[in-house]
């Protein structure tokens, strides 16, 4: 304790001293004032969500999406800027999407389709209804025993501050209806993998296996999926019939693309620290939270870094598209920029709520920069642990190429309550917690991109010049 109070009294003096000398402030005033007042990031995911809204993948939402962040980012003096395009297949959801109990106790339930459900006939499909508890439940159930039926899967998905019950409840999602249509089920229903009570399906991506034809896949809102299941504790065996209809389709290929942005760094043949998010959301979600806040913090903390003196290294902000739907952007990122060594990776993409906890890669084989980042975030409450770092779901080129990767765990406690539901609106972010993202990136990117030696290794970089590699 004292050691820190000593250590922040230091701070203080010496960020007093470089503004009264005139010169750039230091990295740690920089990201201390990021604490205090940063409006880079409300800026930016103020904007996109007020003068875009929901920018599903692959159409031309995403690329208003794209274009917006291309004028902010040229705006805010980033170099390089560029829409990067590539070519997806896209799925759009339609405009129609109903359930409808038809017995015992006739209602109506509140749906939406999964991304990559096949459409209903017109007019809608109707079958008994089998109820699963789990996805393990589906698994179990005998080959050709859901034939001509709707399957519905379960979960008891729970908030916690890792997030982790994603994983636990996301397969009910991902591959309940790949599995339900290879058991020969004409149409699943699931319980939106989510921790609210609003009457809101929350929809995302679903699969189906090779050679298994899609199905119609939907996702009931929590109150109405805890409905149904208290009508199979009341309907005494009786059978329960649900009329589904849902018509999203498939448009086949269409443009996509990836923005990037650089604040160039003054040896720029260093590998690049790689700044990672997603422009895209749902087409029934705003994107606040996921991913317009992360967009938002990782452009902040570059703009924060450069503005304490020009980094030694570039730092590359990658906004990705269409990764909701599958990872498009990420991939094509790579497979566009495989040869381009990149130093270390970064994402932000769990909201807006503060960081909790620093994670790397390298904590084996760089152990003192691991060290020397955990200690300067330690006074923006952010702790470590011995936990590998994966990166997020755009930094497949940095997994690509096996290189270093950074996580900065975000609270997630609220996530799913908001997570691909139209409840992610702007009103949801924290703006002191968003500051604290900010902080922390700003303080994290500054040391990264100083870096003179290998990130991942703490030795010599072997493409950097030699008067590099001396130091
Ligand atoms: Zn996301």
Redesign the pocket.
Known sequence: MNRTLAALAALSLVSVSTVAQGQAPSLESQADAALKGDTHAWDFVEGITTEVGPRQAGTEAEARARAWATAWLTAKGFANVADEPFMMDTWVPGDIARARVTAPFAQDLVVLPLGDSAATAAGGIEGEVVFFRTVDDLRAAPAGSLKGKIAYISHQMRPAQDGSHYGFAGPVRWVGAGIAASKGAVATVIKSVGTDHHRNPHTGGTSFPEGVAPIPAGALSLPDAENLERMFDRAGGRPITLKLELNPRQIGQTQSGNVVGEIVGSNPSLPPVLLAC?IDSWWNAPGAF??GAGCAIIAAAALNVARSGQPLRTIRVLMAGA??VGLHGSVAYSKAHIDEAIAVGLES?FGADRIWRFDSNFLEANPALHRRIAASVARFGVSTSREAAGGGADLNIVRDQKGALIDLQQDGTRYFDLHHTPDDTLDKIDIAQLRQNVAVWTQVVGILADESTSIQTGGPIPSAPAIMQRQ
């Open positions: 997603h996921d991913d990764e909701e993409d």
